[in-house]
């Protein structure tokens, strides 16, 4: 029986050959790969600096850091998204304040802004979820408005647009990540982008131990970290970009078939995409309307099929519940998505055949509970 995992990244000879070359050179870490990588992907995402970390939420973390957000600080963001998103504000004390998500793309859904901001709000971190775009013109009209500054945890959303712009590069900073299930990889690894060369400055330093950017290697300006990524992460990193553009269409057209085969279905709702964005298609998420979602997930184990509850909502995990005493029903919209989400085996390899016959099976499982 074939298996089907989740999730799979794609490796090819120049990764491998380019990580093998950096081995060999014995420059382990601060060397050439992740000056140019920086370069590279400031170049792709249309925005000036680049700043290589060891992972994404380690670059969230600098991004609050740099916005000088402290302990009582308010952020309005996103419950229905990946824990790091939150936790880098707990990290520094700094409290989110969730809002409501739309029911088309599971973003935040800025008409509830108005009535979370307080004297206490100092940003807005908004989450594109699973590659699509939240909507930024609105963020964006009502950040100005307020004068906050507006983190994108773009950590799923790399190579997607907005109005023609790449998420991660329309606020004041963003964040990708290189998890081995995102767009592209580095093992572990993630990256900070922005215009600004102070927001820059600082998150270069704190991810060097607090140096200074003048190579006193044992001067230290301030208490920092070492989320510095290494030079094979960095190697890999090149030459994924490389591929970057033609992965995304791949899993494009694994998205359109499995669309093709799903949609329709009375139980089944396949992912739809905002006006003017484009999706970089991280995950495929459909959702199960009829309340079998978890009985679907172990009857398709059985078949090799491996599927996710994707995503627990953060407000109701255990501990922030504990800290915040949230209830059920605090955020219904993301509460009722969260229920019924799945994520699909999705990744490159994925034949016509192996999508029909996971449909398929899908299908035939969901019929039962109608
Ligand atoms: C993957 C991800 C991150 C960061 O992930 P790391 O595993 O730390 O690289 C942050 N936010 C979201 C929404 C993510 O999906």
């Known amino acids: 029986m074939k298996n089907f995992p989740v999730a799979r990244p794609f490796i090819d000879r120049k990764d491998i050959d380019g990580v093998v070359g950096v081995l060999k050179s014995g420059l382990l870490s601060f060397g050439p790969k992740y000056l140019q990588f920086e ?141 081995p299930n995102k767009q592209m990889t580095t093992g572990e690894g993630g990256i900070v982008v922005t215009k600004s060369k102070k927001i820059r400055d600082i998150c270069v330093s704190l991810r060097n131990q607090g140096r200074n950017n003048r190579n006193d290697w044992l001067v230290h300006e301030r208490v920092g970290y070492n989320y510095r990524m290494d030079e094979m992460s960095a190697s890999l990193g090149i030459t994924q970009l490389h591929k970057l553009n033609w992965m995304i269409n791949e899993k494009r057209k694994i998205a359109s078939w499995y669309s093709s085969e799903l949609d329709g279905h009375r139980s089944i709702r396949v992912p739809r995409i905002g006006v003017n964005r484009t999706h970089s298609w991280f995950v495929y998420v459909i959702r199960v309307t009829n309340g079998s979602r978890d009985k679907i997930i172990k009857k398709l184990e059985r078949e090799n099929i491996f599927t996710k509850p994707y995503l627990p909502v953060i407000h109701l995990q255990p501990f922030m519940k504990q800290m915040f005493h949230y209830k059920k029903g605090a955020f219904p919209i993301a509460e009722k998505i969260s229920s019924q989400t799945l994520a699909l085996p999705f990744y490159i390899g994925l034949t016509r055949e192996d999508v029909a016959y996971i449909s398929r099976k899908l299908i035939s499982v969901i019929k039962n509970y109608d």
């Open 39 to 179: 370069k590279q992907i400031a170049k792709y995402t249309g925005t000036r600096y680049a700043c290589a970390v060891s992972n994404g939420t380690c670059g969230l973390h600098l991004a609050v850091k740099a916005l000088n957000l402290h302990p009582g600080d308010e952020v309005i963001t996103s419950p229905f998204s990946f824990i790091s998103s939150s936790n880098c504000l707990l990290f520094e004390g700094v409290v989110p304040r969730f809002i409501d998500i739309q029911e088309n793309t599971f973003n935040m859904d800025p008409k509830y802004l108005d009535k979370s901001v307080t004297k206490k709000t100092k940003a807005i971190l908004a989450v594109h979820i699973f590659g699509q775009s939240a909507d930024m013109t609105e963020i964006m009209a009502f950040a100005r408005r307020h004068h906050l500054p507006v983190i994108e945890d773009s950590c799923e959303s790399l190579g997607s647009r907005y109005m023609g712009k790449m998420t991660g590069s329309i606020g004041d900073v963003g964040v990708y990540a290189f998890y």
